[in-house]
């Protein structure tokens, strides 16, 4: 059973910091690709930042210069560091990976969401 689990998300003042995880476990041989996307009320869900083929990383035009992406490998953990943030960042993160797992005895590449959690700016 593989899943990821997301933390970190709180409630935060207008142009305070918050770093969220994600850590993928069960039966993964390997990761592609590990990123972030969020949904807030009455809107569709949309991509924050997540790796592209070419090795550099994908950004939404309004956290550009606020959010950062790492990982860590070794941890199968992906991390989201959100500076300066506003009140229109406020929504549920997920996180979402690309997972080469083994599934019913046989190896394959799938999509996985994480649950989801709660970042509030707000004063």
């Known amino acids: 059973q593989v899943q990821l689990v997301e933390s970190g998300g709180g409630l935060v003042q207008p142009g305070g910091s918050l770093r969220l995880s994600c850590v993928a476990s069960?039966?993964?041989?390997?990761?592609?690709?590990m990123g972030w996307y969020r949904q807030a009320p009455g809107k569709q869900r949309e991509l924050v930042a997540a790796p592209t083929s070419g090795g550099s990383t994908n950004y939404a035009d309004s956290v550009k210069g606020r959010f950062t992406l790492s990982r860590d490998n070794a941890k199968n953990t992906v991390y989201l560091q959100m500076n300066s943030l506003k009140p229109e960042d406020t929504a549920v993160y997920y996180c979402?990976?690309?997972?080469?797992?083994?599934?019913?005895?046989?190896?394959?590449?799938?999509?996985?969401w994480g649950q989801g959690t709660q970042v509030t700016v707000s004063s």
């Open positions: 979402n990976a690309d997972l080469s797992v083994l599934r019913i005895g046989v190896r394959g590449q799938y999509i996985y």
């Open positions: 069960g039966s993964i041989f390997s990761t592609y690709a």
